[in-house]
């Protein structure tokens, strides 16, 4: 099956509107673009790795123009009960950040599982995400729970109470004000700091 087929809704364009980057359900690639006569390169670069899951399998990829270089992922859980994602180390419900800046051109692509600065844990789907411009600050919207009904009737389409989530900046400051669910249930969690891992492939 070719790459593009299987490309889905992450998608972002580098500042110099040089390389272009999406995203499948396991990996983020990178090409090469040229803007001007709208060509994109045949060959690929993968800059993060490991990241599939049945359930929620759509990666947004916003690149963070506070912090140049920096892409950051979400990775939903594989469904609406996800014991896994009770365990940090399955990359399951999470949103993560990856310095792609200082990654070479024969470099390993990231591992999601293991790599980068883990920004929260218990995130359901929180595929909308946003840099706030001034001060940099991280926010999600989350898609909650489906199959939500209320007095025999289904809310879960029209339910306008969804969290917004804020997640703190990329500088590891210490300001931090979010809530996730680790099994993706009603069940919250103050997920403290920034939790950083290698930060470089090998």
């Known amino acids: 099956m070719p790459l593009r087929s299987k490309l889905n809704h992450g998608i972002a364009l580098s500042p110099d509107?040089?390389?272009?980057?999406?995203?499948?359900?396991?990996?983020?690639?990178a090409w090469s673009y040229d803007a001007i006569e709208g060509v994109v390169n045949?060959?690929?670069r993968t800059l993060v790795a490991n990241m599939s899951n049945?359930?929620?399998?759509?990666r947004t990829l916003p690149l963070s123009n506070k912090k140049p270089g920096i892409i950051l992922v979400s990775r939903g859980s594989a469904a609406n009960i996800d014991q896994d994602a009770a365990r940090q180390e399955t990359g399951h419900s999470?949103?993560?950040?990856?310095?792609?800046g200082n990654l070479g051109e024969n470099s390993q692509p990231f591992?999601?599982?293991?790599?980068?600065?883990?920004?929260?844990?218990?995130l359901r789907n929180s595929v909308g995400i946003?840099?706030?411009?001034?001060?940099?600050?991280?926010?999600?919207?989350?898609?909650?729970?489906?199959?939500?009904?209320?007095?025999?009737v289904d809310i879960h389409r029209d339910n306008p109470a969804e969290e917004l989530n804020f997640h703190g900046y990329l500088d590891n400051s210490a300001e931090k004000r979010s809530?996730?669910?680790t099994?993706?249930?009603?069940?919250?969690?103050?997920c403290g700091q920034p939790k950083t891992f290698q930060t470089k492939a090998a």
Not at 17 to 29: E, I, M, P, R
Not at 54 to 58: F, L, R, Y
């Open 17 to 29: 509107g040089k390389t272009l980057y999406a995203s499948t359900v396991d990996k983020v690639y």
């Open 42 to 44: 045949d060959s690929n």
């Open 54 to 58: 049945t359930g929620h399998t759509t």
């Open 94 to 100: 999470q949103l993560r950040a990856f310095d792609i």
């Open 111 to 122: 591992d999601f599982t293991i790599h980068g600065t883990m920004l929260e844990w218990g």
């Open 130 to 152: 946003a840099e706030e411009p001034v001060t940099g600050g991280i926010w999600t919207v989350e898609n909650s729970a489906d199959q939500l009904r209320r007095n025999g």
């Open 179 to 181: 809530r996730g669910v």
């Open 183 to 190: 099994t993706a249930t009603q069940t919250a969690l103050r």
